[in-house]
DNA sequence: GTAGACTTTCAGAAGTTTCTGAACTTTCAG
DNA sequence: CTGAAAGTTCAGAAACTTCTGAAAGTCTAC
């Protein structure tokens, strides 16, 4: 298996970034792999690709399963198991936010939650909450657009993509939405 | 040093999704305390309520400066450190998704952007580039999304609080702004 | 039903990160 | 100046994570 230097460097780099994004070297390669990859990959393939042992490819993959990142296909006539990663860079990504919303914020969510049911029982106690109630708000706020953000269809996508990256330009292309006769919808539910 | 039973809770909380959010489970809880602290407190308080060492502090009170997520300050006729965590949890956001960021997101971009300027030396290569583009393209148009947010203020912020969290929302607030002759700003620059 | 192709599991080795205690530096009141 | 209080650094111990090779498990074509 031969990696094309441009992707080598791409897969290196996934290894590296992977211990800042929370994911293990292996786990950040194999994902790069199959991302730029033309095609489904076997395990035995990506074994060979990145030179590690075949059990860790195995439990990569299990992670990156476990994530949704990549997809089980089988091939006529072969019974390996081959794996891509989804095509549509949206979806990815949108992937992504929900399953790390699920890791580290819905339980920290849940912890401001329960402790603001809770009747202060000093002073400082008082103001703990306070503060906790500040942070629930704001992590609920963002979360919130997230969401929001994440129901955008990939139509709606690729106009904001065409219309550059600015919020302002966000909300003018609110009033062109509802001016075109679509109500006052530029999410789709 | 005591910490109230709430605030213990919330402590040991942070402490334990420290690792999920890429800092270690002392820093976590440092932060915690401080978060929810009346006042600042210095370095002996927090060993104290940790029980930890007092060098392990004094190496988390430097990782969180470097996350620019506390403040020191001085007491009058106190040569010891005090340490706060800034009171405004907007600004904290905002600290937190630029230092994160830098670390995380650019390293990537500058890879692929460099990674783009080459001529693809196979098919598989220009497949590859095809790849690396939309990922560009993407990550791109969600830190552009960010950064704007970030611009946001904090009494515009507060607005939007008070409205709830849907993008639809956020939409019409963009009327809004405009119908009562802001011009076509809601984003402060 | 079984041989062999493919995949998973797991104990421990290797590698990495975190934490401590002791030594060191800095600061400032007297 | 001096010395005690405060803060930092760092080598190695402890804890944790990742990775491997060997063994076990599963599936399917014959």
Redesign the interface.
């Known amino acids: 298996m031969d990696v094309?230097?441009?992707?080598q460097?791409?897969v290196s780099?996934f290894g590296e970034?992977g211990s800042?994004?929370?994911i293990n070297r292996t786990v950040g390669q194999i994902y790069a792999l199959l991302?730029?990859s033309?095609r489904p990959l076997n395990a035995d393939e990506i074994t060979a690709a990145l030179s590690v042992s075949r059990s860790n490819v195995s439990m990569g993959l299990k992670e990156l399963e476990s994530w949704r990142l990549v997809r089980l296909e089988h091939q006529p006539g072969d019974r390996r198991e081959y794996y891509r990663a989804p095509e549509d860079?949206?979806a990815i990504?949108r992937t992504l936010a929900e399953e790390r919303r699920k890791?580290?914020v819905d339980?920290?969510l849940t912890?401001l939650r329960d402790?603001l049911l809770?009747a202060?029982?000093?002073?400082?106690?008082a103001?703990?909450?306070r503060?906790?109630r500040?942070?629930h708000?704001?992590i609920?706020?963002?979360t919130?657009?997230f969401?929001?953000?994440q129901r955008l269809d990939a139509d709606t996508?690729k106009k904001?993509?065409r219309m550059?990256?600015?919020?302002?330009k966000?909300?003018?292309?609110?009033?062109k939405?509802r001016a075109l006769g679509g109500g006052?919808?530029?999410?789709k539910e």
């Open positions: 094309s230097p441009l992707a460097r791409f780099h970034m800042r994004w929370g991302f730029v033309p860079v949206w990504f890791r580290e339980p920290t912890m402790a809770e202060p029982a000093s002073a400082d106690e103001h703990a909450q503060r906790m500040e942070m708000d704001l609920e706020l963002v919130g657009w969401n929001d953000v996508l904001l993509m550059g990256t600015r919020v302002q966000v909300l003018e292309f609110g009033d939405v006052a919808r530029a999410v």
